[in-house]
Structures are given as structure tokens and as C-alpha cells.
């Protein structure tokens, strides 16, 4: 009767079902992907509080560097801001995947010769100074993507 195909097409929900979850949905992740994730959340940590400090300490660094005050404040925010948003948004994806890390380790292997050529052959109108602190941070992006591809190259 109707009635019946009404009634016994409904989803039945078992009292054993409820509460269950599947590694597909869980949050937690895996020993093993532990180190991929510690590189990454070094990595962004690092240049969170590298901007802060360069945000708050604009004024003296930028007389010390020969930098504009605005743009070591400007840059310094940026990284201040999209550091914990990145951090936090790339924390959801579980388990870190090998592509991600990846992208780290490409983004600082990368970055590190450009940043490092430009401090040692004075390709920008910095002091010293600037051209040191610029040396220093092409030196933390390759450690860091060391790190980074250590942690890629271990087996699962």
C-alpha cells in the first residue's frame, strides 16, 4: 500500500550508529604526518613574528635599513596578519598532504637565492644593515626548507 512505501523507504537511523566517525572525517592526524606539519607551522610561525617585529619596530628600522617607514610597516602587517590565517586555515587540512609541503619547500628554495643574491650584490637601495638583515632572512628560508624537505622525504 502506500502507506507502507512511505514508511519503509524512510532512512533508518541504528542506536550502534550513532557517534561512530571514520578516519575520513577526523581531525586528528597521523604520527607520521606530524613532522610535515611541525615544518610548516615552523615556517609560518617564524615569518608571523618576524613581521611583528618589524611592524612594531618600523620607525628605527627604517632609519637603521634606508627603508621607508611604510612599507616596513605595511610588509611587516601583512605577514603579521596573513600568518595566523594561513596557519590556522591549513591546520584544517588533515593529514598534510605531500603536495603541500611541497609548495613550502619550493616557495623557499626559490625565494632563498633571489633574497640572498639581492643582499650580496646590493640589488636594492638598502644600508649595511638592511643588506645583513636581508642575507639573514634568505639564510632562515633555506634552514627552513631544509627542514621542510626532510620531513617530505620521510616514508609514510
Known sequence: ????????SRPRVW????????TS????????????W??????????TIAGGAVAALSRPLADWWHVPQAVLLGGGLVF?????ILLLGLNRVRPTTRALVSAF??????????????????????????NWALADAGAVMLVLG??????LRRRD
Open 80 to 84: 603579521l596578519v596573513l600568518g595566523p
Open 146 to 151: 631544509m627542514w621542510q624537505l626532510t620531513a
Open 25 to 36: 572525517i577526523s581531525t586528528t592526524s597521523r604520527p607520521t604526518d606530524y613532522p610535515r
Open 105 to 130: 619547500v619550493v616557495t623557499n628554495f626559490l625565494l632563498a637565492p633571489m633574497t640572498l643574491a639581492s643582499a650580496f650584490f646590493g640589488w636594492l637601495p638598502l644600508s649595511a644593515a638592511g
Open 1 to 8: 500500500s502506500v502507506w507502507q512505501c512511505r514508511w519503509s
Open 38 to 47: 611541525r615544518s610548516i607551522r615552523a615556517d609560518l610561525v617564524f615569518w
Open 15 to 22: 542506536p550502534h550508529h550513532q557517534g561512530m566517525t571514520t
